[in-house]
Nanobody, 124 residues
Framework: QVQLVESGGGLVQTGGSLRLSCAASGRTISDYTMGWFRQAPGNKRDFVAAISWRGGSTNYADSVKGRFTISRDNVQNTVYLQMNSLNPEETAVYYC?????????????????WGRGTQVTVSP
């Protein structure tokens, strides 16, 4: 079983950038597809991005394509989410997730493991 801890959230102005990190322990993340989701108050948990076991394949929600970049360092057992050109509608708790399947999909209920999240707030 893998444990995930997110960091890097905070307050940023519209148009700003943040880099989120997800540190894993318990198992090597090279065994998992890794992903990021976000959840605003009153909303469901939405898919943001995912990256394959070795990082050769990525998938993004349409709303973040060209602005967000997911990456992984299997040696450091860490996954990153670089977020640029943020807007207030992206204020949410951002969650790191891991799944043992090759293509876990974009629905949060299909993913196996979750971190506790990190708050991202984008001010107008």
């Amino acid at each position: 079983q893998v444990q995930l801890v997110e960091s890097g959230g905070g307050l940023v102005q519209t148009g700003g950038s943040l880099r989120l990190s997800c540190a894993a322990s318990g198992r090597t993340i090279s065994d998992y597809t890794m992903g990021w989701f976000r959840q605003a108050p009153g909303n469901k948990r939405d898919f943001v991005a995912a990256i394959s076991w070795r990082g050769g394949s990525t998938n993004y929600a349409d709303s973040v394509k060209g602005r967000f970049t997911i990456s992984r360092d299997n040696v450091q057992n860490t996954v990153y989410l670089q977020m640029n050109s943020l807007n207030p509608e992206e204020t949410a708790v951002y969650y790191c997730a891991a799944d043992r399947s090759v293509m876990p999909g974009t629905v949060s209920s299909t993913w196996d493991y979750w971190g506790r999240g990190t708050q991202v707030t984008v001010s107008p």
